[in-house]
């Protein structure tokens, strides 16, 4: 007689769910000036690629340069 594998439980915990989207949420505002030819280019990149909302644009650019820095810039042992 053929054994019945286990499944596992799509269920997740709702107490996990919860901390889980807490801890997503951006409580820290940070403001930046730009300059008249760089609001053009931003301005001028986002109709060309339809970019609808800036503040993601921004956080992706300045997170994908800073997780590249610190990614060569590890410490090494030797």
């Not at 956080?59 to 997780?67: D, G, N, P, Q, S």
């Amino acid at each position: 007689m053929a054994r019945k594998k286990k499944t596992v439980s799509g269920h997740v915990d709702p107490e996990y769910l919860k901390k889980q989207k807490a801890s997503l949420v951006r409580r820290h505002r940070q403001v930046i000036y730009l300059n008249d030819s760089e609001v053009a280019a931003i301005n001028r990149y986002c109709e060309q690629f339809r970019v609808g909302t800036k503040s993601v644009l921004y956080r992706e650019a300045i997170m994908e340069k800073v997780l590249s820095e610190l990614d060569d810039n590890h410490p090494t042992l030797f």
